[in-house]
């Protein structure tokens, strides 16, 4: 989400305001809670996990990590996890480019609205996205009906669907900035003599480098850790890294190759958040910004309404189409039979009717959210200022991992280190919440941040200089102005808590599935009437996650329309 941000400063000649020699302190005390919440619920389990397939009678086997990555089959997985990243990436960023920049320069009927239809994709579970590329490009699926094309099992359905879930954080992440450049800088050019496209490469180009490569970062982490949308869709032929991790840690019990491979994702994870930080810091004191409302205006000329119409037909048929496909297939048994099916028990596949998945699901995900609330909240509040030493910058790299660590890694870790007390938390219902927080985490630090980095310091000097706590300082000065951020971070960690698969479908117990694991169930088992309630359960989490996001795009324009009237 970006926000613009206003950095007050001390005037010139100003003398420097001597720090508060409790700050540093208070900034651990922040830390504490969310380091020891990591360190119990992410760094252990995965280490746990990790030892146990790389120790053989107490003894460290570091060659097994050679004998695994000699093997053939394991060498393909590598390449096709690398090569599909990049592939994938490269073409979400062909496609998504014009859109950012429809929506950062163009006003028109309807845009709002747009936006929060194209961000939908990103927050829906990669498992309603595998199931609603399956509806339009598998056995039976529209392809199939109009021109007997089947395109599941094939690199392009992979390369479309992720092309489908990332398209919004392209147009996020890049038209946000976009809409925030002063666009007279390009046209000053122009009327020095440089044409339009040697304006916009000199001018613009340069200075939406960072956020471009920020977008590509984000998009190659997400689709080098793609786990549903290959499961799904990829067949027996084609096979992720988390994929591979997930067939040798749960059909073929072998820990030692699972936990080589964790390592060797955990590596590639790290170097991309090491650059992807980088390039944010760059972003982030390189640039100039305005008021993104000043930028936008309405299309003039052939031209430009011929790339919006453009724009919007590619909106129509990659982002709009498979999930209209999807309603279509759960509505095919008359009488709304598939939805009807799902309060049923009969088929034996769960303990419980199908449809008890989605309260599991919204109690689960509430659960999770209050979690990520109060550990994301605490590590923003530490990390808000920016002359952070080196472990704070820790801290913050830290708590963006589980976004790139295998999750079937940390769900079946959650298993093997939480079986003895104190922490025999495997029949506790408090199991998938504390493993769906930690995706939550993330997204909340980074929705909280730039609003309380913009919040003017000196406010909470003054409230402290007359006698104010840090936890008063926190009521009275910060929580009103961040009041909104925080329940539209709230609102992302509901959606992404509430699509959370990887870890989740070792932890939820038979008789409380959630509703990814369900749709992959019946996914799974062959039968219409299974592959029904599928699209049905999938249509349903999709509802969820919809209504959820248009909440949070109300939020968000509701927060911009507050920033500016302050600033």
Not at 256 to 267: D, I, M, R, W
Not at 272 to 277: E, G, R, S
Not at 328 to 341: F, I, N, Q, T, V
Request: charged share 15%; glycine share 8%.
């Amino acid at each position: 989400m970006d926000l613009a941000r206003t950095e007050v400063g001390p005037g010139a000649g100003a003398k420097p305001r001597p720090r508060p020699r409790t700050g540093n302190a208070a900034r651990l005390g922040l830390m504490a809670l969310p380091v020891a919440f990591f360190a119990v619920f992410f760094a252990y389990p995965v280490a746990a996990i990790t030892a146990r397939g790389l120790k053989s009678d107490g003894t460290w086997r570091f060659g097994r990590i050679w004998d695994v990555l000699a093997q053939p089959d394991i060498r393909h997985v590598l390449w096709f996890t690398t090569w599909q990243a990049l592939a994938s990436t490269a073409l979400t960023l062909l496609i998504a480019l014009p859109g950012a920049y429809v929506f950062a320069r163009f006003d028109f009927r309807g845009k709002q609205v747009l936006r929060a239809v194209v961000t939908v994709p990103f927050v829906l579970p990669t498992v309603v996205v595998g199931t609603a590329f399956l509806a339009l490009l598998g056995r039976g699926g529209l392809l199939d009906e109009l021109w007997g094309v089947r395109l599941d099992t094939t690199v392009w359905a992979i390369l479309l669907a992720h092309v489908f879930f990332n398209y919004a954080v392209v147009v996020r992440t890049v038209g946000g900035l976009w809409s925030q450049l002063d666009p007279r800088q390009e046209e000053a050019a122009r009327m020095l003599g440089a044409s339009r496209f040697a304006a916009w490469r000199r001018v613009t180009l340069p200075a939406l480098g960072p956020a471009v490569a920020a977008a590509a970062l984000m998009v190659f982490l997400f689709t080098f850790t793609s786990f549903g949308v290959v499961q799904i869709l990829g067949g027996p032929t084609f096979s992720t890294l988390e994929v591979e991790i997930y067939r040798q840690t749960s059909e073929i019990f072998d820990l030692s190759t699972a936990a080589v491979l964790t390592l060797v994702q955990f590596a590639a994870v790290g170097a991309i958040l090491a650059v992807h930080a980088w390039t944010v810091r760059r972003r982030e004191t390189a640039l100039r910004l305005v008021d993104a409302a000043s930028t936008a205006r309405r299309p003039r000329g052939a031209g430009q309404w011929a790339l919006l119409a453009a724009v919007l037909a590619t909106i129509a048929v990659l982002l709009v189409l498979p999930l209209a496909v999807l309603v279509e297939r759960s509505l095919d048994a008359p009488g709304l039979g598939y939805y009807r099916a799902l309060t049923s028990d009969e088929g034996g596949l769960f303990l419980v009717p199908p449809i008890d998945a989605v309260g599991n699901s919204l109690r689960y995900a509430l659960a999770a959210t209050a979690v990520a609330l109060v550990i994301g909240g605490l590590a923003a509040a530490a990390l808000t200022r920016r002359d952070a030493g080196r472990l704070v910058r820790g801290f913050d790299a830290l708590l963006m991992l589980p976004l790139g660590v295998s999750a079937v890694t940390v769900g079946f870790g959650f298993l093997i280190a939480l079986d003895e007390p104190p922490l025999d938390l495997r029949s506790s219902w408090i199991l998938v919440p504390l493993a769906q927080a930690l995706v939550g985490v993330p997204f909340v630090v980074r929705t909280m941040l730039p609003v309380l980095r913009a919040v003017d310091g000196r406010l909470r000097e003054a409230a402290a200089v007359l006698g104010a706590s840090p936890w008063r300082v926190w009521r009275e000065v910060d929580l009103p102005m961040v009041r909104r951020a925080l329940l539209i971070a709230a609102g992302f960690a509901f959606a992404v808590s509430l699509g959370e698969f990887g870890a989740t479908v070792f932890i939820a117990r038979p008789d409380n599935p959630t509703l990814p694991v369900a749709v992959a169930r019946l996914l799974g088992r062959a039968g219409e009437l299974n592959y029904g309630q599928a699209m049905a359960l999938s249509t349903i989490l999709m509802v969820v996650c919809a209504v959820a996001l248009l909440a949070l795009e109300r939020l968000r324009i509701g927060l911009r329309s507050d920033r500016t009237g302050e600033f």
